[in-house]
């Protein structure tokens, strides 16, 4: 399967997506590495114990390789990464990798069935994405009421009352204006 798969491929430069799931393949031929083009790969339920290689892909969008017997990968040139399942490897520690790639708050990472996981790490990766997305809502909310207030404050006075929020206390704190 390794030799046919690895001359297969050589022949796909502009391959986006390749599903090799299922057939116990050992290692990864360097051709499929060498797919600049390869936004999402399944590479699960096979017998894979390393993803040297993997950084190459700079494209990858999708990574699925769950089923295998990995214990570390390394995944800091995959910036465009939003996907990622390893579930059922041998991971003992929790992967560095998960938390200094987290480019987008929306970054799936699935790890269950790794002797490293439990319900606290769960729930810590949902804590860190909640927080990351509280904070840009905030930054959003602050810019909107930000350009409302520029808003009022290039009108001519009219006489009219409106309210714009001061930041610079550590409350909101409504001021009116006449």
Not at 105 to 113: A, H, N, S, T, V
Not at 134 to 142: L, P, Y
Request: with cysteine; glycine share 2%; net charge negative.
């Amino acid at each position: 399967m390794y030799m046919k798969l690895a001359k297969y491929v050589s022949k796909l430069p502009n391959l986006k997506s390749l599903d090799i799931s299922g057939n116990q393949i050992k290692t990864i031929p360097d051709s499929v590495w060498d797919l600049k083009k390869l936004e999402h790969l399944n590479i699960s339920g096979n017998e894979l114990s390393t993803l040297d290689g993997i950084d190459r892909l700079e494209n990858l969008v999708t990574l699925i390789a769950d089923d295998n017997n990995i214990s570390e990968v390394d995944l800091c040139k995959n910036e465009k990464l939003t996907h990622f399942s390893m579930q059922r490897n041998n991971f003992e520690e929790y992967p560095e990798f998960a938390w200094s790639t987290l480019i987008s708050p929306y970054l799936k990472i699935q790890l269950d069935g790794n002797p490293c996981v439990d319900k606290e790490a769960n729930i810590n990766i949902d804590e860190h994405m909640e927080e990351e997305l509280d904070e840009k809502d905030q930054f959003s909310q602050f810019e909107k009421d930000l350009e409302e207030y520029n808003d009022y404050s290039n009108d001519e006075d009219d006489g009219s009352e409106y309210e714009y929020y001061d930041y610079d206390n550590e409350e909101d704190e409504v001021i009116e204006k006449k």
